[in-house]
């Protein structure tokens, strides 16, 4: 299993960046994919996150109206789009399979949100 992230950055308050995360290893569409995040001195915590077919997604009450993840299952990819960044979103995200109740992680890539 691999999972890398790319599209991070850094990004003035107000502002957006589209995360994606690029699976391989496994068969994509069959698994629950999310997306967490982890700030200096914080425990990792849920961001967002999507089943296989795309039809039930839940979000962190700190990222709703403000986050979208999706999937294109056609390409092994999951995506966040963050909108109206704050500098409390700053932080790297990670991606993440759970893969028969293991967890993947993919490397990481971090997000921050600075004038």
């Known amino acids: 299993v691999q999972l890398v992230e790319s599209g991070g950055g850094l990004v003035q308050p107000g502002g957006s960046l589209r995360l994606s995360c690029e699976a391989s290893?496994?068969?994509?569409?069959?698994?629950?994919m999310s997306w967490y995040r982890q700030a200096p001195g914080k425990e990792r915590e849920l961001v967002a996150a999507?089943?296989?077919?795309?039809?039930?997604?839940r979000y962190a009450d700190s990222v709703k109206g403000r986050f979208t993840i999706s999937r294109d299952n056609a390409k092994n990819t999951v995506y966040l789009q963050m909108t109206s960044l704050k500098p409390e979103d700053t932080a790297v995200y990670y991606c993440?399979?759970?893969?028969?109740?293991?967890?993947?992680w993919g490397q990481g890539t971090q997000v921050t949100v600075s004038s």
């Open positions: 999507i089943i296989s077919a795309g039809g039930l997604i």
């Open positions: 993440n399979a759970l893969i028969v109740n293991r967890d993947y």
């Open positions: 290893g496994f068969t994509f569409s069959n698994y629950l």
